[in-house]
């Protein structure tokens, strides 16, 4: 069975850091593209960035890149997202997603399994 | 930037359908996923590259696009398939992946 849990959220100070980890299980993370999904509460989801499978190409939202770094690790079966210099706006729960298909970059695929998300709260 | 446009709602009765639509320029063009929320659970694929239904998912949704909309159909609802549903495409011109704001089925 797929499972992706995330972790690492946490009410933080603005221009603090957070390291996010999604750990994957039930399938080799490092076959497939991974992505960062967050949601406003009560509000719809964004796209955060994303980490092709053989980490050849990284992408990120205008309004986190420059601040947020995606990663991965394969001995771990798990993704990372380092934010920096957050700001009140990144307030979000944030999910880990998987891309559908297999040893592809290929970005306009779904993600066809999630995790349930980690919330970060940015406020003083 | 590309944009998506949903309905903010749509409600319909046990048994009826409902049709959630995804307003995009072209969108026709682009391939459109479909995604379930619930509160406090993952989000659900429910419909990948316009009408393909993932196997888990029931045969009463299915999904269509052409022109400017695409538009995720569900027959014979049922009160379990209230939800947050939202659409989602890659722009290619930006590079960017992009949600609709999203629809929140009523099941009366």
């Known amino acids: 069975e797929v499972r992706l849990v995330e972790s690492g959220g946490g009410l933080i100070q603005p221009g603090g850091s957070l390291r996010l980890t999604c750990v994957a299980s039930?399938?080799?993370?490092?076959?497939?593209?991974m992505d960062w999904v967050r949601q406003v509460p009560g509000k719809g989801l964004e796209w955060v960035s994303s980490i092709s499978w053989n980490r050849a190409n990284v992408n990120y939202a205008d309004s986190v890149r420059g601040r947020f770094t995606i990663s991965r690790d394969s001995a771990k079966n798990s993704l990372y997202l380092q934010m920096n210099s957050l700001r009140p706006e990144d307030t979000a729960l944030y999910f880990c997603?998987?891309?559908?298909?297999?040893?592809?970059?290929?970005?306009?695929?779904?993600?066809?399994?999630w995790g349930r998300g980690t919330m970060v709260t940015v406020s003083s | 930037s590309y944009v998506l446009t949903q309905p903010p709602s749509v409600s319909v009765a046990p048994g009826m359908t409902a049709r959630i639509t995804c307003g995009g320029n072209n969108i026709e063009r682009k391939s459109v996923h479909w995604y379930q929320l619930r509160p406090g659970q993952a989000p659900v694929l429910v419909i990948s590259y316009d009408t393909d239904r993932p196997s888990e998912i029931p045969e009463r949704f299915s999904g269509s696009n052409s022109g400017n909309t695409a538009t995720l159909s569900i027959i014979r609802v049922e009160a379990g398939d209230e939800a947050d549903y939202f659409c989602q495409v890659w722009d290619r011109d930006s590079d960017q992946k992009v949600f609709g704001g999203g629809t929140k089925l009523t099941v009366l």
């Open positions: 997603a998987k891309h559908k298909k297999k040893w592809l970059v290929q970005p306009n695929d779904a993600f066809d399994n």
């Open positions: 039930g399938f080799t993370s490092d076959d497939y593209d």
